[in-house]
């Protein structure tokens, strides 16, 4: 079916960070979107019913009465070939972890936005990555993205990617909730001949491992006993070793994105900003990674080689680019915006980077300082970005991880007002 064309949907158009995860959906030409409101991704999902609603995005919509059924839903329609999206948040991403698992489980290319906010208690909607990062596990594809811009080009890099017949993973892309997701900026809306030439339509046949058709009719999802050969083990085998061969085909996707449409993700997993002759590195994510660009202009002005390299796929998780781009580094800080509780550092990144560094023997001796910071959405100024700097350069003039007012024994937590 050929789109509307309208000028609403071509050219520089000032949108909210959802609405980009909306029309990215819609220029994808998703078949099929299942829904439950939830802050702050609700936007999403209401700008693709007004959509749908209107006739200007041809796809099925399916309300349902929670999280848990949405996934569902799109389960079902992914095991019938069709282009599936949702979005959701916080705890709507826990209500749906059973499901999650199962879509991971079942390699179906499902495509989800997530406005990322603080896991309750108590109550928080804004910024926190600790939903996603609580179903870092489950099998799925999955990007921190930093600005409105790369919300929407993600969602289509994101079904070359997990359609690839190699990958056939499920992808959630996560920004930070109303930092991101209810913020507009301007947002490049390529015509709609160019996407499609990137992003080709399905296959009428469906998938090449899982189908729902009575001309070829197949059993999924049985039982499978231990010894079974192959069994259960090596269904979970071939999911890590999908996972790895996604960090190749992610940096495919990137470069030719690049290529066709002007615009630069580093490599798809990574991307530096002035680490090539840094002695200081700090490894950050989301929009806290691209402020962080603006603290490295300030100290590099004061003459200090700092750098920061913005951790863009956080699964599979990049662990050689990561070695090679701080291999030359005196010392290397990492920031978590989420929780990992009862981990070496409480973060789930920095702990990932520490053991990731002692794979090679470039980095294994290096000193790691984690942070945290940004909690619950709470603000992080340049200001506070500039300490941790100087925090991680005395701990490296030091030698070790220096105690201080933010110290909690493993990490520094940036930002902490007290408590009692």
């Known amino acids: 079916m050929k789109l509307n064309q309208s000028d609403e949907f071509v050219g520089k158009k000032v949108l909210r960070g959802n609405y980009a995860a909306a029309y990215a959906s819609r220029a994808a030409r998703v078949q099929v979107v299942s829904a439950y409101p939830i802050t702050p991704q609700t936007l999403v999902v209401e700008k693709i019913a007004e959509l749908v609603d209107s006739g200007k995005m041809n796809c099925e919509f399916i309300r349902v009465e929670s999280e848990h059924s949405v996934m569902t839903a799109l389960i079902g329609a992914s095991i019938a070939g069709a282009r599936t999206f949702t979005a959701t948040s916080g705890q709507g991403l826990l209500y749906m972890a059973e499901p999650v698992h199962?879509?991971?489980?079942?390699?179906?290319?499902?495509?989800?936005?997530?406005?990322?906010r603080g896991i309750a208690p108590p109550w928080n909607i804004w910024a926190d990555f600790s939903d996603v990062i609580s179903q870092r596990d489950s099998g799925w594809l999955i990007s921190f993205l930093s600005s409105h811009q790369e919300i929407f080009d993600s969602v289509i890099m994101a079904y070359k990617i997990a359609e690839n017949h190699e990958i056939l993973l499920p992808y959630m892309l996560a920004y930070g909730g109303f930092i991101l997701s209810h913020t507009s900026k301007p947002v490049d809306l390529p015509p709609q001949e160019l996407i499609d030439d990137f992003l080709p339509p399905l296959s009428k046949d469906g998938w090449p491992h899982i189908f729902m058709d009575p001309e070829r009719p197949m059993m999924h999802g049985n039982l499978i006993m231990p010894n079974t050969v192959p069994g259960y083990q090596e269904f979970r085998m071939k999911i890590q070793i999908a996972q790895q061969k996604a960090l190749d085909v992610i940096k495919e996707v990137t470069l030719e994105f690049k290529k066709k449409f002007g615009r630069d993700?580093?490599?798809?997993?990574?991307?530096?900003?002035?680490c090539s002759d840094a002695d200081f590195i700090m490894i950050n994510y989301g929009v806290l990674a691209k402020q962080m660009e603006i603290v490295v202009d300030q100290l590099r002005d004061e003459g200090l080689k700092v750098g920061v390299l913005r951790l863009r796929t956080f699964r599979p998780f990049p662990f050689n680019e990561i070695i090679d781009a701080v291999k030359n580094a005196k010392a290397i800080g990492v920031v978590d915006r989420g929780t990992a509780f009862g981990s070496i550092t409480g973060g789930a990144v920095s702990t990932e980077i520490m053991a990731t560094l002692h794979l090679s023997k470039q980095t294994k001796d290096k000193l790691v300082v984690p942070f945290i910071n940004g909690i619950g959405g709470r603000d992080v100024f340049p200001s506070q970005q500039k300490r941790q700097f100087e925090i991680l350069i005395e701990c490296y003039e030091k030698g070790e991880l220096v105690e201080n007012e933010e110290f909690m024994g493993t990490a520094y937590w940036t930002g902490a007002l007290g408590f009692k």
């Open 102 to 116: 199962w879509a991971a489980g079942t390699r179906l290319p499902i495509v989800m936005a997530v406005a990322s």
């Open 265 to 274: 993700y580093g490599n798809g997993l990574v991307q530096e900003y002035k």
